[in-house]
Nanobody
Framework: QVQLVESGGGSARIGGSLRLSCVAS????????MGWFRQTPGKERELVAN????????HYADFAKDRFTISRDNEKNTMYLQMTNLKPEDTAVYYC?????????????????WGQGTQVTVST
């Protein structure tokens, strides 16, 4: 069974930065395609970014382009999301997501495994 544990959430000011981490256990990270999703109350969970098993290919939601960077370190079984130039609309619970194999998660229905989520709050 794959377990995902996020860390690094918290409060940031507008224009600030945060880095989220997700540590996987139960399976080598190299066997998993990964992503970050986020959710606000009353809204569906949406993709922020995904990354393939090797870390060579990543895709971003439009709102994340040029501000967020997804990466992974398979030796450390850890995935990251570096967030910069944060905006109030980035306030959400951020979830680490994974699925077995080479198909990266694009929608919530694609995800096999979820982390517990970490709150990110952006304010003045």
């Amino acid at each position: 069974q794959v377990q995902l544990v996020e860390s690094g959430g918290g409060s940031a000011r507008i224009g600030g930065s945060l880095r989220l981490s997700c540590v996987a256990s139960g399976r080598p990270l190299i066997m998993l395609s990964m992503g970050w999703f986020r959710q606000t109350p009353g809204k569906e969970r949406e993709l922020v970014a995904n990354i393939d098993w090797s870390g060579s290919t990543a895709h971003y939601a439009d709102f994340a382009k040029d501000r967020f960077t997804i990466s992974r370190d398979n030796e450390k079984n850890t995935m990251y999301l570096q967030m910069t130039n944060l905006k109030p609309e980035d306030t959400a619970v951020y979830y680490c997501a994974a699925r077995d194999g080479m198909h990266v998660p694009i929608a919530a229905d694609d995800v096999f495994y979820w982390g517990q989520g970490t709150q990110v709050t952006v304010s003045t």
